[in-house]
C-alpha cells in the first residue's frame, strides 16, 4: 500500500467521517466512538478533506488540521487519512468510487451527523452515495426533526434499519441507513472559530502518512 494511505483486509466493515475538520472536537471523537459501537464496525476513517464544496471559505491547511485530528482521535480502530487529497477527489461520490476500487472486498459505510442527512439533497451525486454504501446517521442536537423530514430520509425511507437493528448496517446491502440517538455533546467547529479557539496559519505543507 502506498505510504499515507490506510489499510484494510478484505470483508472488514469500515466507517468513513469525511469533512474539513476544521478543527476537529470532541464532538467527531463522540460521534465516532458510537458509531463503532452501533453499526457493526471494524474501524472508522477520518477523511480529512482538502475542502468542503459547500463552504465558501477554505479551511486552515490540510498538515494542521491532520495534527488536530490526531490529537483529538486517539484510538485502535481509527485512522486519521489525508487519503482524499492523495486520490484528487473533491466529491464523496468521486472518493466512494474511488475507495472501491482501490480496496476491494472492503465494506464501507459512510457516516454522518443528522446535520448533514438534512442537506444530504444538496451533495452532488447524493442518489449515488446513497446506493453505493450504507449510511450511518449519528443524531446531533437540534437536527433530529429536520434530518427525519429530509429529502434524503423521506426518499429512501423504505430502507432505513431501525436503530435497534443498527449492528446489521455494516453488512446491510445499499441502499440502506440507520439512525440511531445517542447523548451529544455541544461541541462545533464553527463555534470553536467563532471564539477565536482556532488560528488558521497561512502557509501550508505536505501532509504526512498519519497511519
Known amino acids: 500500500m502506498r505510504m499515507g494511505c490506510p489499510t484494510a483486509r478484505t470483508g472488514q466493515v469500515i466507517g468513513l467521517l469525511g469533512g474539513s475538520f476544521d478543527p476537529a472536537h470532541d464532538g467527531h471523537a463522540h460521534i465516532t466512538r458510537e458509531a463503532l459501537k452501533r453499526f457493526g464496525l471494524d474501524a472508522v476513517w477520518w477523511l480529512v ?37 492523495r486520490l484528487g477527489t473533491r466529491y464523496t461520490a468521486q472518493t466512494l468510487q474511488a475507495l472501491a476500487h482501490r480496496y476491494c472486498g472492503v465494506r464501507f ?12 439533497h444538496l451533495w452532488q451525486d447524493w442518489r449515488a452515495i446513497v446506493e453505493q454504501v450504507p449510511i450511518g446517521v449519528v443524531a446531533r ?24 437493528a443498527a449492528q446489521l ?43
Open 109 to 120: 459505510v459512510w457516516l454522518m451527523g443528522a446535520d448533514n442527512l438534512a442537506q444530504l
Open 49 to 85: 478533506s482538502p475542502g468542503n464544496p459547500l463552504k465558501e471559505r477554505g479551511p486552515a491547511p490540510l498538515k494542521v488540521r491532520m495534527a488536530r485530528a490526531r490529537a483529538v482521535m486517539q484510538h485502535p480502530r481509527v485512522c486519521v487519512t489525508d487519503i482524499e487529497a
Open 169 to 211: 448496517l455494516g453488512r446491510a446491502q445499499a441502499p440502506a441507513w440507520s439512525f440511531v440517538n445517542v447523548p451529544m455533546r455541544p461541541h462545533s467547529s464553527t463555534a470553536i472559530r467563532d471564539r477565536g479557539g482556532w488560528n488558521r496559519p497561512k502557509h501550508q505543507s505536505s501532509p504526512e502518512n498519519t497511519c
Open 141 to 164: 442536537p437540534g437536527d433530529r426533526i429536520s434530518a427525519r423530514m429530509s429529502p434524503a430520509a423521506r426518499l429512501y425511507r423504505r430502507y432505513r434499519i431501525s436503530g435497534r
